[in-house]
C-alpha cells in the first residue's frame, strides 16, 4: 500500500467548554476551514470521548491526535509526540484525554491493530477557565498549531491544498459570544 492509500486519521481532543482545553478541537476544526482535505483522510471531532474512538482508530494506518498537554512548560508551547515516544508519553499523565487515548492504544496493540504511525500535536493551555472560547494566548498560537498539523500530513504524504472559500469556525462566533456577554 503506498503511503497515499493509507487511511489518515485526524483527532481533535478537548472540551470546548473549558476554554484552552479545547484546542485540539479548534485546531483540527481551522483544518478543514482552511484547507481541502482528501479522501484518505478522515478528520474527527474526538472531543471528550474515549472507548467511542475505538473503531475509528482500529481503521486507520496513521493517526494524528490534536490536544490541550500540560507539560509544565510555558503556555503556548507546542509539542509534538510521535510513535516510541508516545508510551512514555502515557507514565505522567499530561493531557486529560490521555487515559482514554492510552488504554484505546494499548488494546489495539494487543489485538495488534494499532495503527502503524502514531503522533500527537499538543499545545499547553492558558486557560481552563469554565468559558467558551479560546484565551488569547491560545487563539495567538492556534494558526502554528494548524501549521504543524499541515506539516505532519506533509511528511505523511498528503500536501493539502488551501481552500478558496476559507469558512469562519466555530471558536470565532463564540468568541464573539462571549464578548457580548462580558459587556452586557
Given at each position: 500500500?503506498?503511503?497515499?492509500?493509507?487511511?489518515?486519521?485526524?483527532?481533535?481532543?478537548?472540551?470546548?467548554?473549558?476554554?484552552?482545553?479545547?484546542?485540539?478541537?479548534?485546531?483540527?476544526?481551522?483544518?478543514?476551514?482552511?484547507?481541502?482535505?482528501?479522501?484518505?483522510?478522515?478528520?474527527?471531532?474526538?472531543?471528550?470521548?474515549?472507548?467511542?474512538?475505538?473503531?475509528?482508530?482500529?481503521?486507520?494506518?496513521?493517526?494524528?491526535?490534536?490536544?490541550?498537554?500540560?507539560?509544565?512548560?510555558?503556555?503556548?508551547?507546542?509539542?509534538?509526540?510521535?510513535?516510541?515516544?508516545?508510551?512514555?508519553?502515557?507514565?505522567?499523565?499530561?493531557?486529560?484525554?490521555?487515559?482514554?487515548?492510552?488504554?484505546?492504544?494499548?488494546?489495539?496493540?494487543?489485538?495488534?491493530?494499532?495503527?502503524?504511525?502514531?503522533?500527537?500535536?499538543?499545545?499547553?493551555?492558558?486557560?481552563?477557565?469554565?468559558?467558551?472560547?479560546?484565551?488569547?494566548?491560545?487563539?495567538?498560537?492556534?494558526?502554528?498549531?494548524?501549521?504543524?498539523?499541515?506539516?505532519?500530513?506533509?511528511?505523511?504524504?498528503?500536501?493539502l491544498q488551501q481552500r478558496?472559500?476559507?469558512?469562519?469556525?466555530?471558536?470565532?462566533?463564540?468568541?464573539?459570544?462571549?464578548?457580548?456577554?462580558?459587556?452586557?
Open positions: 500500500m503506498s503511503q497515499t492509500e493509507k487511511r489518515i486519521l485526524v483527532i481533535g481532543m478537548g472540551n470546548v467548554l473549558m476554554q484552552d482545553e479545547g484546542i485540539g478541537v479548534r485546531a483540527v476544526e481551522e483544518l478543514e476551514n482552511r484547507y481541502i482535505i482528501p479522501e484518505q483522510v478522515e478528520i474527527l471531532d474526538g472531543g471528550t470521548t474515549g472507548m467511542e474512538l475505538f473503531e475509528p482508530i482500529r481503521h486507520c494506518d496513521q493517526l494524528v491526535v490534536a490536544d490541550a498537554i500540560n507539560t509544565g512548560a510555558p503556555y503556548g508551547t507546542l509539542v509534538r509526540i510521535a510513535n516510541d515516544e508516545v508510551p512514555a508519553f502515557f507514565q505522567t499523565k499530561i493531557s486529560n484525554h490521555q487515559l482514554g487515548l492510552s488504554d484505546l492504544l494499548a488494546l489495539l496493540n494487543l489485538k495488534a491493530e494499532a495503527p502503524e504511525h502514531v503522533v500527537i500535536i499538543g499545545m499547553v493551555p492558558h486557560s481552563l477557565e469554565n468559558k467558551l472560547g479560546l484565551s488569547k494566548e491560545a487563539a495567538a498560537g492556534l494558526d502554528k498549531m494548524v501549521e504543524n498539523l499541515v506539516m505532519e500530513l506533509a511528511d505523511l504524504g498528503i500536501d478558496d472559500d476559507r469558512r469562519i469556525g466555530h471558536w470565532h462566533r463564540e468568541a464573539e459570544l462571549e464578548k457580548m456577554a462580558s459587556c452586557a
